[in-house]
T-cell receptor, first 115, second 114 residues
């Protein structure tokens, strides 16, 4: 079954404590991306990756890091989380970049609360 | 930069009736894709329908259809014979052809009354 798996699904953490949200896909997709969802703002792209070792900033990259060492994994790293990073996070993947007519698969979302 | 606007924060519809959700977008590109996503309370993102800008014919998926007006940069979603399971947040999204991201609107909450 085609899947994008995120972990953890729910997390409450404290300001400044480094955390990583993992994302893994089983479809051999080249393109992966992270979005955050906030009320009244919809989803906004944080970072994306076109392939292994190729990453670039999206619209709201401040406070986040990513890496793409393997094709299937694209972790989102919050080095020093702050309360304004409290949000619902989605990982997404597709065969090629962007829409290009390809189906984009979303993970189930990760609720992150920073206190 | 491209933007997507959903002007209706909330909409209500009676079961079995028809409802239309509005979406406008701004772009200088001629080739792009437009999408409607459904997000039920589970927060899962479900693709409802997709429209390629070069296609004049409006996309249809069962009870869901769009009214794509390229010149007006409008992309509304019509849901016919509304069902309780249609209650969700609906997001309109844009992607430039060959682009690297989806640009989302703020969303419209649809409530279905029995």
């Amino acid at each position: 079954e085609a899947q994008v798996t995120q972990n953890p699904r729910y997390l409450i953490t404290v300001t400044g404590k480094k955390l990583t949200v993992t994302c893994s896909q089983n479809m051999n997709h080249e393109y992966m991306s992270w979005y955050r969802q906030d009320p009244g703002l919809g989803l906004r792209q944080i970072y994306y990756s076109m392939n292994v070792e190729v990453t670039d900033k999206g619209d709201v990259p401040e406070g986040y890091k990513v890496s793409r060492k393997e094709k299937r994994n694209f972790p989102l790293i919050l080095e020093s989380p702050s309360p304004n990073q409290t949000s619902l996070y989605f990982c997404a993947s597709s065969l090629e970049g962007g829409a290009r007519g390809n189906t984009i698969y979303f993970g189930e979302g990760s609720w992150l609360t920073v206190v | 930069a491209q933007t997507v606007t959903q002007s209706q924060p909330e909409m209500s519809v009676q079961e079995a009736e028809t409802v239309t959700l509005s979406c406008t977008y701004d772009t200088s590109e001629s080739d792009y894709y437009l999408f409607w996503y459904k997000q039920p309370p589970s927060r899962q993102m479900i693709l409802v329908i997709r429209q390629e800008a070069y296609k004049q014919q409006n996309a249809t998926e069962n009870r869901f259809s769009v009214n794509f007006q390229k010149a007006a940069k409008s992309f509304s979603l019509k849901i016919s014979d509304s069902q309780l399971g249609d209650a969700a947040m609906y997001f309109c999204a844009y992607s430039q052809y060959g682009g690297n991201k989806l640009v989302f609107g703020a969303g419209t909450i649809l409530r279905v009354k029995s």
